[in-house]
């Protein structure tokens, strides 16, 4: 059985975060993830999850400084430590919260082989920081479009860099959005990349709304999930188009239930 999570970094743009995992709850959501909650206690997110009766599945990495560009530090050359003390902090706050899995963001710098072997040797350190905490770092391709420069856009670039990290519990974050509109051919690459997806995350192309929309046919894409035996959450990572509990009803639309 699919099983869906609310990304609160979209969702309920307008309350604050606690009253976002409120709401999350309210409308049927099980599980949640989060961008950079790091402003927030971990004692208190904790605290709403509970009492709202959901799960914190993961979060990302800090970007550095977004004002400035910035989205993300590990494929940065030079900047290193930033990224060690990133990784250290999203592991204390999954730590406090119950979280699984940290996104770590590689920021924008070309795809090249100094880039690249940065991000490498970071994320095999990073990773066994992470496997004694027992979490999964996921690695996600960002399309051009979105976040012109960013590290990589591509499935391919990403399951390159998993190739050459060689640890079991680094993963791939498989955004259909990002894909269909990097790429497009997304059921292939789903079917073919599936042993190393760690999570999935949804929305509609090109609009990024919600899944009942656009180019994207998310009832193939959630058949071929449960035909795959994918098992983990999947992410509901778009930007509603009004009000989020109403454009809930995409979920009645495409025939799944929270």
């Not at 027992?134 to 391919?156: A, H, Q, V, W």
Request: net charge negative; with cysteine; charged share 20%.
């Amino acid at each position: 059985m699919l099983r869906f999570s609310a990304n609160l970094g979209f969702l309920w743009p307008e309350l604050p975060l606690l009253d976002r995992i409120e709401a999350a709850g309210r409308a049927g959501f099980r599980a949640i993830e989060l961008h950079w909650p790091y402003d927030v206690p971990a004692a208190a997110v904790a605290a709403a999850c509970d009492a709202a009766d959901i799960v914190l599945t993961g979060l990302n990495t800090a970007p550095g400084d977004l004002k400035a560009g910035e989205f993300g530090l590990g494929a940065l050359p030079g900047r290193e430590a930033e990224f060690e003390a990133a990784v250290t902090q999203s592991i204390a706050y999954c730590r406090a919260t119950g979280a699984t899995m940290i996104h770590a963001m590689a920021g924008v710098v070309p795809f090249d082989a100094r880039s690249s072997a940065t991000f490498v040797a970071n994320l095999r350190h990073a990773s066994a920081e992470a496997e004694r905490a027992g979490l999964t770092l996921l690695i996600e391709p960002i399309n051009p479009r979105d976040k012109p420069g960013y590290f990589y856009s591509t499935i391919e670039q990403a399951a390159e860099i998993l190739e050459r990290i060689g640890t079991p519990n680094v993963k791939l974050l498989f955004d259909v959005y990002h894909v269909g509109v990097a790429t497009g051919d997304v059921l292939t690459r789903l079917t073919t990349f599936m042993p190393l997806i760690g999570h999935v995350q949804i929305a509609a192309v090109p609009s990024r709304a919600e899944p009942d929309e656009g180019e994207i046919s998310y009832p193939a894409i959630f058949l071929a999930l449960e035909e795959l035996g994918y098992e983990g959450w999947i992410g509901c990572e778009y930007k509603p188009r009004g009000d989020t509990v109403e454009g809930l009803v995409w979920t009645e639309r495409l025939g799944v239930t929270l």
